[in-house]
């Protein structure tokens, strides 16, 4: 039994909530250190997606063929594979040229650290399109793209080019022009 009165227990359980509410909304701010390993794990990734350019080069991207043709075979996705078979082979240089462009531009926008987040989001979205075609392919592990969409959404979810990375001198600028145009505005975001 309790010596408090139920005003006292009602004006304190008030007082807790009101502060786990501040403490659940507070921000949360990266230490130095934390952001130098991000800046880290960002230049890593980058660097990752520029190697896998080496294999596919272009004019003719004979090494993403066969990965095209087994996404076609192998897809989760029901249509994928009349997609893949119908338009993307058909159509193969063009798809090469794409999904080239798209990797080196992931690549150097995660290794130099400018606009980052778009890079990021780049690499999400490329990792979900493997993920789709080859996760249950024989001979694949279907964690590695897996973890390379994770990877993506953490380095989106950051500004991890803000810290050795052309962002930090790209950010600023765009915050400062954002109030005035939209446009800016999400440029600013993907910094």
């Not at 080019?161 to 939209?182: E, K, T, V, Y």
Request: proline letters at 4%.
């Amino acid at each position: 039994m309790s010596v408090f009165s139920s005003a006292h227990r009602q004006k304190r359980s008030a007082s807790t909530v009101s502060t786990d509410s501040a403490a659940t909304t507070a921000p949360i701010t990266l230490s130095e250190r934390s952001s130098m390993g991000l800046a880290l794990i960002r230049i890593f990734v980058g660097y990752l997606w520029l190697q896998q350019l080496s294999w596919k080069l272009p004019p003719d991207f004979k090494g993403l063929h066969s990965y095209v043709v087994r996404e076609g075979l192998y897809t989760i996705v029901p249509g994928y594979s009349y997609v893949i078979q119908h338009i993307f082979l058909p159509n193969f240089i063009i798809l090469g040229a794409c999904v080239w462009t798209a990797e080196l531009l992931a690549s150097l926008c995660l290794i130099f650290g400018i606009f980052t987040r778009f890079g990021a989001l780049l690499t999400v979205l490329l990792a979900t399109q493997l993920y789709l075609g080859l996760a249950f392919a024989p001979g694949e592990w279907y964690w590695t793209y897996g973890m390379l969409i994770l990877l993506g959404l953490v380095l989106a979810s950051v500004p991890a080019g803000r810290r050795l990375g052309f962002d930090q001198f790209i950010a600023p600028r765009l915050q400062a022009r954002a109030r005035s145009n939209r446009f800016v505005r999400v440029l600013s975001w993907l910094a």
